[in-house]
């Protein structure tokens, strides 16, 4: 045989040409290919369990040798071959006939099917005299028959002077019968990173903190399970996606994986003994000593049956050392997600009754009521139905998703009534906040209509307006419309408790200042209600402030601490959270933070959407972003007027001034998706956007019309900021006389507004449309007086902008917008301070800033056009900038950058 030749054994691949072909990118295997590439043994066995990624790695292999000109044979054995003798051998010597057909057509050569030693020794021997490089693959090796095994081992290591080489990918355990020829290599669990990259290349998207913390903990860094994980949180519909980040709604949602999931097929084999005895075992695991005892109960199976079976599935790698339980979390999980009726609940029941009983003991309480709602009636119904309540209400708000299960299982299985209409008013509550809205109106209903009886006028107001949320996200705004029309007159409650349901139906359709004339007429009959009714009087009437109205809003708080509603905690909370929001809305931080202060509240008390306002006000955008991502992503559990509305238009502002339109663009698409609320809010980011893109007609359309739905709502919260970039607006394209016209009306909306950043646009207006010296001082004061970062960078980039700042005030808003991460803005400014001739600082740094825009820009998808107008500079520079950005980093394409920058890879 030429030593030319190169014959690999790789037991895992039909034949495939050399070509082109491209290596799979794999996670944290750089070392096991180089590993298995060099053949530092003979024979080298691939190892690990099931789903560890030896069938990738062999691929990867596989594209490796056909880069380099090898001519690689393929085999993939199956479970049954393994009784069926020399079955391997057969399939692998067909292969090597066929090859042998084609390199040497003239060769009188034997043509029996290839059963011996000898056999394969000749036939790889003339295969080696043509001197072309070939490589055999044979995957899951686990099933080779021990006949075909044993003569490929031996004829492996009688060639090992001319350079044949045998590797083997093999399912742990490995009974290697040539252990002196053999090197090993273990495919190992991914690492915490591997795992996190490998479900951000899954997901193209970047996973959140708990999604990568529930993904390592529950799949060992198997890749396989990573991703079925991935596929079942896709196909429950649990996985939300927010400007490239990742979120399982709701976050204790596990995946749901199919029965015929390959993670599954696993545990599905010959003897039917094993997939029973792992069922029973997904169930019973957290029962610890009892365990062996209850899967024979079970199954009805002797239990020295059982420990067989558990052992030989612990030498796969399989189950842990120590106490029976899967080494992988979401294998016991897949197993309960694919348990038949009778099996989930027989199963269950027993788990139950031993727990009652005290002879197995569970360290969760969880797992116990999971088992109750599983058990059905099969376990006492009214000892389940008191557990299952008292465990629902218990996890109401911190795992609502998971308290609505336990709760509807309470409710059914109840036998008293007062029970009953308890665990469904909760059942409501829970699938509310757990973003169920479906499931909320449902059960809203049966407890405004069959339990009415059974609750408080306060708890039938809390039902109604439940019920009116969830409408407006299941079904949409007539639903709720026909309500606020005709509906509200039969809600349950009394007059007040329709009054006030009514009004909040009015603001979830934007009609923010019906709503208030109608609290306005009856306000003396819902401050003498009861606490709740007054609360929620109180909580809708704060839509005042987004009117102008402030001397009804300073009624209402002047009053409401006299109340004896004050005292419950949850009341309060509730109403100045709401008073704090409507100051956020006016981007009023300083006056936000008083009110909580007035009232002993602290930040920690606000939602994370009151906390996102407050962090992008102050400059602290990374955590906004932090906060506004995650709660987006959930469910709307907030009654703020435009709570999410607002935050997708502070997003939006964010991801635009660093250099992410696209992204900015994706987060104002799915505002528009929410119900109608504020959204004339949205056409500040919106027209920014346009304009920066070189659309100045389509932000002005924009703005516009903004501005005209306010005036048609009779809302003021932010049309003064409307009127200041259409003012900018009208400068830039010229039309100087219709910025005098805005500036005018500047005036009367500043005026209606009263707040100080209302006087801050109208000071903005009159420096640029007057060139106002002393309105610029002014603003600068203001601005430094505030001390909100984003407005002090803004203010003094204006007051620079049209000529009334000097040298240092230009660099500090520079400064300020480094501090914010704020790219675009700085891109700008570096061309003010070159008009100015002012010195940008940092030469180097200015270079790799600008690169870092160029890079972030492409992979946004933007056109060398829209690149151009952004920077305000000519197509023509940034195709040369691009060509030199592409030949310094080393990626191809945009698509290329693109996958960079998501997956980490590139900072940009």
């Known amino acids: ?320 050392e120590g106490p029976w339980r899967f080494r992988a979390p979401l294998l016991a999980a897949a197993l309960l997600s694919c348990l038949g009726p009778y099996d989930a609940r027989s199963l269950s029941a027993l788990a139950v009754t031993a727990i009652w009983e005290g002879t197995a003991k569970s360290p969760d309480p969880r797992y116990h009521l999971d088992r109750l709602v599983a058990a059905g009636r099969l376990v006492a119904p009214d000892r389940a139905a008191a557990e299952l309540l008292d465990g629902g209400s218990a996890h109401l708000v911190t795992e609502p998703a998971t308290a609505a299960r336990w709760l509807a299982a309470a409710a059914e299985r109840s036998t008293d009534p007062d029970q009953r209409a308890l665990a469904v008013l909760r059942q409501a509550a829970s699938c509310s906040i757990a973003g169920d809205p479906a499931g909320a109106v449902a059960n809203a209903r049966i407890a405004l209509a069959r339990d009415v009886n059974h609750h408080p006028s306060g708890a039938l107001l809390e039902l109604t307006i439940i019920e009116l949320v969830g409408l407006i996200i299941s079904v949409g705004p007539d639903a709720v419309r026909e309500f606020a029309d005709k509906g509200w007159r039969s809600a349950p409650g009394g007059e007040t408790n329709r009054l006030v349901a009514r009004a909040a139906a009015l603001s979830l359709l934007d009609q923010v200042a019906e709503a208030h004339d ?61 008073w704090n929001w409507v100051w956020l809305l006016y981007g009023e931080l300083g006056a936000a933070r008083r009110v909580l202060d007035e009232n002993g509240l602290s930040p920690e008390q606000l939602n994370p959407l009151n906390l996102m306002l407050h962090a992008s006000l102050a400059g602290r955008w990374d955590e906004a972003l932090d906060l506004g991502r995650p709660a987006l992503a959930g469910p709307d559990t907030t009654t703020a007027t435009g709570a999410r509305v607002v935050a997708h238009q502070h997003l939006a502002a964010i991801l635009t001034a660093r250099g992410l339109p696209n992204r900015a663009r994706k987060m104002l698409a799915m505002a528009r998706t929410e119900p109608p609320s504020l959204a ?58 219709a910025a005098r016209r805005g500036l005018r009306d500047l005036v009367h909306d500043a005026e209606f507004a009263g707040t100080e950043r209302a006087r801050r646009h109208l000071l903005l207006g009159r420096i640029a449309v007057l060139r106002d010296v002393d309105a610029a001082a002014e603003a600068v004061r203001l601005a430094r007086r505030r001390g909100q970062l984003p407005e002090l960078a803004g203010t003094l980039a204006i007051v620079c902008g049209y000529g009334l700042g000097d040298r240092n005030l230009l660099l500090e808003a520079y400064e300020l917008y480094g501090e914010l991460g704020a790219l675009v803005p700085r891109a700008l400014l570096r061309s003010l301070m070159r008009a100015q001739r002012v010195t940008v600082p940092g030469r180097q740094e200015t270079v790799l800033e600008t690169e870092r825009l160029l890079a972030r820009l492409v992979a946004e998808g933007l056109t060398n056009r829209e690149v151009a107008s952004l920077l305000e500079t000519t197509e023509k520079s940034v195709e040369g900038r691009l060509s030199r950005l592409f030949q310094r980093i080393g990626y191809q394409s945009r698509a290329e950058l693109a996958n960079a920058q998501l997956t980490g890879e590139l900072d940009c």
């Open 518 to 578: 109608l609290l306005s007429a009856y306000r003396s009959d819902w401050l003498s209600a009861g606490a709740t009714t007054t609360s929620m009087g109180l909580t809708l009437s704060s839509s005042a402030g987004l009117l102008g109205r402030w001397a009804n809003f300073q009624l209402d708080r002047e009053h409401a601490p006299q109340l004896a509603l004050w005292q419950e905690e949850r009341h309060k909370v509730l109403v100045v959270t709401t």
């Open 1 to 320: 045989m030429s030593k030319h030749a190169r014959i690999v054994f790789l037991v895992p691949v039909a034949v495939m040409p050399a070509s082109g072909t491209e290596a799979p990118r794999l996670v944290g295997r750089d070392e096991a290919l180089a590993d298995v590439l060099a053949g530092a043994a003979p024979v080298t066995l691939v190892t690990g369990p099931a789903g560890i990624g030896r069938s990738a790695l062999l691929a990867a292999v596989r594209a490796e040798l056909v880069r380099r000109d090898v001519t690689v044979v393929e085999i993939r054995l199956t479970q049954p071959e393994h009784a069926q003798p020399r079955a391997g051998l057969l399939r692998l010597g067909n292969e090597l006939l066929g090859l042998r057909r084609q390199w040497l057509p003239t060769a009188n050569a034997d043509t029996r099917p290839v059963l011996a030693k000898a056999q394969l020794t000749q036939l790889l021997a003339a295969l080696a005299t043509t001197g072309r490089p070939l490589a055999i693959l044979v995957d899951d090796a686990q099933w080779l028959d021990p006949q075909s095994l044993d003569t490929m081992l031996a004829v492996a290591e009688s060639m090992t002077d001319i350079g044949i080489r045998v590797v083997c990918a093999h399912r742990t355990p490995t009974p290697v019968k040539a252990p002196d020829t053999v090197h090993e290599v273990r495919l190992r669990p991914l690492h915490r990173k591997e795992t996190e990259l490998l479900l951000t290349r899954s997901l193209q998207a970047r996973p959140s903190r708990d999604l990568r913390a529930a993904v390592h903990r529950d799949c060992r860094g198997i890749p396989a399970l990573v991703l079925a994980a991935v596929a079942g949180h896709r196909g429950s519909g649990a996985l939300k996606m927010i400007d490239q980040h990742a979120y399982v709604v709701p976050a204790d949602q596990p995946p749901v994986l199919p029965p015929d999931s390959p993670v599954l097929r696993q545990l599905q084999r010959d003897d039917p003994l094993v997939w029973e005895i792992c069922k029973a075992l997904a169930v019973f695991q957290p029962l610890g000593d009892a365990v062996v005892g209850l899967i024979a109960e079970a199954i009805e199976a002797d239990e020295q049956q059982v420990l067989t079976v558990l052992t030989a599935l612990r030498a796969e790698g399989l189950l842990l």
């Open 680 to 737: 004339h809010l949205l056409a500040g980011p919106d027209a920014d956007l346009a304009r920066l893109l070189g659309a100045p007609a389509r932000a002005r359309s924009v703005l516009t019309e903004g501005i005209e739905y306010a005036a048609s709502q009779q809302l003021v919260v932010g049309v003064d900021e409307l009127r200041w970039r259409l003012i900018e607006l009208d400068l830039a394209v010229g039309d100087t006389d």
